[in-house]
């Protein structure tokens, strides 16, 4: 095996979208893979034809791609090798290493309640491991179906683990299991091997809900004589309520992140740090940190939580990495669709936009925040925050912003330098503090109380804007009856 190219692979079943677990596991792989100047492919495991659903097999690849999870060659999908595994359960069979079992589904359940009632462990108990070549004939010729099982021999299997270290199990404990149905086709376990063989995977890295299959699938490795690959079991995401991160309780598909505003660069940060760590004292990584960090020798046992709180702590931290042209290609889609500009509009005022982004940046945990924070920077048509108005909108503040609105109009250009200028002046004349101009005029430029500073907003805003607000709050406050 060490003649073979480094191959990691990631699997998903298209039996619901996405979810985080999955792309954990996908994203290991994906850095090891880098990591190391191997491969990464995908397979899709859609052989539960039942559950499985064509139409969440795009959503699934989009989700990787989004994650810039790219892989090599083309994907595989069980559903189209279904014939390709029955050779290998005959190979199986006729090796010696499986045999036919013909005990019916009313049998095998009458042994499992059994062994309830007895309060023993159930496992296959052998019932057709010693049939004669005589009595399997009688019985095939007879039309009885059976299945194919795997025969575990005695003594005990050993592997070393990537996470777990060295893990031990008595072949006891391993039962005579199905690996080809009455049907003739695969069991997951069976269809798993032949496919990572196929594929040239050599190392397997997924959930250590994953290791009873794993001692299973070393004797069918064995049984075909294939070269088994390295092994390593992660801990589990666990929901805040400590329940495993999972599809059939409705955790969230990973492209609503995205959606949501989440950076994929953010995502893949903080995913990587859910079960293995960098062993330093830092956090915040980029994708080329991580791939030349990441080692399997990095890799804990603790169960981890996925925390959507940290995930927009993290988030947030990538926003401020990017560059205001960035976030604003990001931001603009949105801002259209919200019905706060058009697509024009912004095209001929990019410069602004950028200007934008950049005094509002590092309020933004999400990239969609830009919707709600930026508003009043494209529309006057906004209403005042009620709380807010309470306290800073009245006769005293209304004489202000008269006073402010007139000093304004005697500038040629409002610029960072001389809104200071005209706020500074007209609170030494008055002789008050600046802070009983700036609450006011603040919630006259946006409707609301806070955001960047106000000689941002004024200066971004301009000298026409800024007194077109100012007249249209001294109006307001004039005829506001609450006052």
């Known amino acids: ?27 290991f792989n994906w850095l090891f893979a880098k990591h190391v100047g191997g491969r990464f492919v995908v397979r899709i495991e859609d052989t539960d034809l039942e559950r499985s659903k064509e139409e969440l097999i795009e959503p699934i690849l989009s989700a990787l791609s989004w994650l810039g999870l790219d892989w090599d060659g083309e994907i595989i999908r069980q559903s189209t090798r279904l014939d390709h595994y029955k050779q290998f359960a005959v190979q199986i069979l006729e090796s010696g290493h499986g045999y036919r079992c013909f005990c ?52 005990e299997t050993t592997y070393s683990d990537m996470v777990a270290g060295e893990l031990i199990r008595d072949n006891k404990e391993i039962e005579d299991f199905i690996i080809a149905r009455s049907d003739g086709t695969a069991t997951y376990n069976l269809a798993v091997v032949i496919d990572d063989h196929d594929m040239g995977v050599t190392h397997v890295i ?40 999972s599809k059939r309780l409705g955790d969230k598909d990973v492209n609503q992140f995205s959606k949501e505003g989440i950076l994929p660069e953010a995502m893949v940060n903080y995913l990587s740090l859910l079960g293995w760590s960098p062993k330093t004292d830092n956090e915040i990584y980029s994708v080329e940190e991580l791939i030349e960090r990441f080692t399997p020798d990095n890799f804990n046992n603790s169960n981890a939580v996925f925390d959507q709180d940290k995930l927009l702590a993290f988030n947030k ?6 560059s205001d042209h960035e976030l604003a290609v990001m931001s603009a889609p949105m801002l259209v669709e919200a019905g706060l500009t058009t697509k024009y509009w912004l095209e001929t005022r990019w410069e602004y936009l950028r200007n934008v982004i950049a005094v509002l940046k590092e309020r933004m945990k999400r990239v969609s925040d830009i919707v709600e924070l930026s508003g009043y920077f494209f529309s006057a048509d906004f209403s005042y925050d009620a709380k807010a108005r309470a306290k800073h909108f009245h006769e005293e503040s209304r004489l202000l912003l008269i006073d402010l609105a007139e000093r304004i109009e005697a500038v040629d250009e409002l610029t960072l330098e001389t809104s200071e200028q005209v706020i500074t002046e007209l609170a030494v004349d008055r ?24 000689y941002d907003i004024m200066n971004l805003l301009g000298r026409k804007n800024v007194l077109d607000r100012l007249h249209r709050a001294i109006d307001f406050i004039a005829n506001d009856r609450t006052n």
């Open 317 to 322: 931290e990538h926003i401020q990495l990017k």
């Open 206 to 245: 997924r959930g250590n809900d994953h290791i009873t299959n794993t001692f299973k699938q070393i004797h069918i490795y064995q049984a075909l004589g294939f070269d088994i690959p390295q092994f390593g079991h992660t801990p589990m995401i666990l929901r805040p309520d400590k329940k495993k991160v």
């Open 104 to 155: 019916s589904p009313d049998q095998l359940k009458a042994d499992r309640e059994k062994a309830k009632v007895e309060k023993s462990a159930f496992g296959y108990n052998r019932r057709c491991l010693e049939l004669s070549d005589a009595e399997i004939q009688e019985r095939i010729e007879a039309g009885e179906k059976y299945a194919l099982r795997l025969r575990i021999p005695e003594g």
């Open 1 to 27: 095996m060490t003649d073979r190219v480094p191959t990691f692979r990631v699997a998903p079943s298209p039996t619901g979208y996405l979810h985080v677990g999955v792309a954990r596991t996908a994203l």
């Open 431 to 454: 002789d008050i503090k600046k802070a009983t101009i700036i609450h006011p005029t603040r919630l006259a430029l946006s409707g609301v109380p806070g955001g960047p500073g106000l």
